[in-house]
């Protein structure tokens, strides 16, 4: 986990972000490794019973917003209301031991939509768990997540992480 939140920690200060949005709470470790470098943390964990968890741990920390619900709706609501850029640590997806059949394996389209549909410049996007997107079942392929971002974003792949800049 370390080296997962030095890398949002690395872009959020090369970028001089000061906000950050993670989808896929689990157990709450990338907030408690990082919440000190931003003003702003949401965070979104669609399993109850990982969201009553990790709220436990993370609830006392004034900068935390813990949010319970699927990051493919809440996401869209959460960057219309940003006044400045943000982070978005994205990490979502079904958990084959706990998550209902009937949730999407990943809800990475209607998050990556949401963040473009975006009128703020200067976003981070970080997808967790590269190897995950194949083309296979409802994972869409790395190349397929760079064409949906091209336009907008460049795209590098470092250490199981899809890692997206604005162009400039």
């Known amino acids: 986990m370390y080296a997962r ?3 949002v920690l690395s872009y959020a200060q090369r970028y001089g972000l000061r906000t950050l949005i993670e989808t896929g709470t689990f157990k ?8 000190k470098a ?3 943390v949401v965070t979104i964990e669609r399993d109850e019973e990982l969201f ?3 709220r436990a741990v993370l609830g006392a ?6 949010l319970l619900g699927d ?3 809440l996401l869209a609501e959460i960057v219309n209301a940003l006044e400045a850029p943000a982070v978005f640590w994205l990490d979502a997806h079904y958990i084959s031991t706990r998550s209902p059949k009937t949730w999407l394996q990943t809800p990475i389209h209607q998050e990556l939509a949401a963040i473009l549909a975006s009128s703020i410049t200067g976003h981070v996007v970080l997808v967790d768990d590269a190897r995950s997107y194949t083309g296979h079942g409802q994972w869409p392929s790395i190349t397929k997540l ?3 971002m091209q336009q907008q974003y460049t795209m590098r792949l470092e250490a199981d992480i899809l890692r997206f800049t604005q162009r400039t």
């Open 5 to 7: 939140a030095n890398v």
């Open 38 to 40: 931003f003003r702003s």
């Open 71 to 73: 990051s493919g709706v």
């Open 28 to 35: 709450g470790s990338m907030i408690l490794f990082t919440h």
């Open 52 to 54: 009553n968890d990790a």
């Open 61 to 66: 920390l004034s900068n935390v917003t813990c």
């Open 146 to 148: 760079a064409d949906i």
